[in-house]
């Protein structure tokens, strides 16, 4: 079973760095680009940007481009999303997915990370 | 950048046919996927390439595209279908969700 385990809840204060994780298991994982996206409270998906865990090729949305880097360590299957200087703006859920092979869609999800950015 | 437009929402009675569109500039030349999201729960791809379903996703939701618009149609809708819909697309190697609809089975 492809399962996408996401790491736990932050709170954090504004100008802070984040590091938030997805850790892929049940599938070959450097065969699959993951991909993360952000629901801010109340709102709709947002897609951020993609890697390839093959080689760490990564290409994000303009709309979040300069403020979240993506990266991987496909020794161990987990997947990163990070910031250097959190806004308050920030607050979301993020989640991870995997974009599917031979197809558009992202066949499988992570459970979501809460960030809270709060003074 | 490219946009797609669904309505904030849709209502329809249990055992009938719900439709939910999606419209955006020559949106026939892409491939449409559709997400269900449940409250509290992450999303769930429901239909990909315009009118595949996934393993485990009920006959019951189906998927069309013609000229500008997708549709999903669900079947029979069922109130555990209720739940938020997001249609989503590639374009120029970029990721977009529409604004999402929010189904009521009532």
Same mark, same amino acid.
């Given at each position: 079973?492809?399962?996408?385990?996401?790491?736990?809840?932050?709170?954090?204060?504004?100008?802070?760095?984040?590091?938030?994780?997805?850790?892929?298991?049940?599938?070959?994982?450097s065969n699959y680009w993951i991909t993360?996206?952000?629901?801010?409270?109340?709102?709709?998906?947002?897609?951020?940007?993609r890697i390839d865990p093959s080689d760490s090729y990564a290409d994000? &949305?303009?709309?979040?481009?300069?403020? !979240? *880097?993506i =990266?991987v360590?496909k020794?161990?299957?987990?997947v990163?999303?990070?910031?250097?200087?959190?806004?308050?703006?920030?607050?979301?859920?993020?989640?991870?997915?995997?974009v599917?092979?031979?197809?558009?869609?992202?066949? &499988?999800?992570?459970?979501?990370?809460? !960030? *809270?950015? =709060?003074? | 950048?490219?946009?797609?437009?669904?309505?904030?929402?849709?209502?329809?009675?249990?055992?009938?046919?719900?439709?939910?569109?999606?419209?955006?500039?020559?949106?026939?030349?892409?491939?449409?996927?559709?997400?269900?999201?449940?409250?509290?729960?992450?999303?769930?791809?429901?239909?990909?390439?315009?009118?595949?379903?996934?393993?485990?996703?009920?006959?019951?939701?189906?998927?069309?595209?013609?000229?500008?618009?997708?549709?999903?149609?669900?079947?029979?809708?069922?109130?555990?279908?209720?739940?938020?819909?997001?249609?989503?697309?590639?374009?120029?190697?970029?990721?977009?969700?529409?604004?999402?609809?929010?189904?009521?089975?009532?």
């Amino acid at each position: 079973e492809v399962q996408l385990l996401q790491s736990g809840a932050e709170v954090k204060k504004p100008g802070e760095s984040l590091r938030i994780s997805c850790q892929g298991a049940g599938y070959t994982f450097s065969n699959y680009w993951i991909t993360w996206v952000r629901q801010m409270p109340g709102k709709g998906l947002e897609w951020m940007g993609r890697i390839d865990p093959s080689d760490s090729y990564a290409d994000y &949305s303009p709309s979040f481009e300069g403020h !979240v *880097t993506i =990266s991987v360590d496909k020794s161990i299957s987990i997947v990163y999303l990070q910031w250097s200087g959190l806004q308050t703006s920030d607050t979301a859920i993020y989640y991870c997915a995997r974009v599917m092979g031979g197809g558009p869609g992202f066949d &499988s999800w992570g459970q979501g990370t809460l !960030v *809270t950015v =709060s003074s | 950048s490219y946009e797609l437009t669904q309505p904030p929402s849709v209502s329809v009675s249990p055992g009938q046919t719900a439709s939910i569109t999606c419209s955006g500039d020559k949106l026939g030349g892409k491939y449409t996927c559709w997400y269900q999201q449940k409250p509290g729960q992450s999303p769930v791809l429901v239909i990909y390439q315009d009118n595949e379903r996934p393993s485990g996703i009920p006959e019951r939701f189906s998927g069309s595209t013609s000229g500008n618009t997708a549709t999903l149609t669900i079947s029979g809708t069922q109130t555990m279908d209720e739940a938020d819909y997001y249609c989503q697309v590639w374009d120029s190697s970029t990721a977009v969700f529409g604004g999402g609809t929010k189904l009521t089975v009532l």
